[in-house]
């Protein structure tokens, strides 16, 4: 794959509302699935399907440990600069503040 699709795969995936309420709390570490779930009050299918989007551009990783996965965005991706400088334009949105507010909330019992 050449650089401009690589790009505009990357643009893509981050180009939905829900994917990048997901990627913002991932800019913090390394995030179990139920964590995004309660955390952004989505629903673990809807979480899935974003984040296998995500996965597939390779905007973030994941890593298993036993039956819990774990999310954290790929440092090596074009797209962690990306997610970070518009994670400050928009960290004073209320949305974006609840956000941050339930995740805290949140903590998964291994």
């Not at 518009?86 to 609840?98: C, F, G, P, R, T």
Request: proline residues 2%; contains cysteine; aromatic residues 10%.
């Amino acid at each position: 794959m050449n650089r401009v699709d690589y790009y505009t795969n990357v643009m893509k995936a981050l180009a939905n509302r829900n994917r990048l309420r997901i990627a913002f709390p991932l800019l913090e570490g390394t995030i179990c699935e139920c964590e995004l779930v309660s955390g952004l009050k989505i629903s673990q299918p809807l979480a899935a399907q974003h984040l296998k989007k995500l996965i597939i551009a390779g905007v973030v990783k994941v890593a298993v440990k036993g039956k819990w996965r774990y999310f954290y965005l790929n440092a090596d991706s074009v797209a962690y600069d990306f997610v970070k400088g518009l994670y400050e334009k928009v960290a004073d949105e209320q949305i974006i503040k609840n956000d941050a507010a339930n995740a805290a909330a949140v903590k998964c019992k291994i």
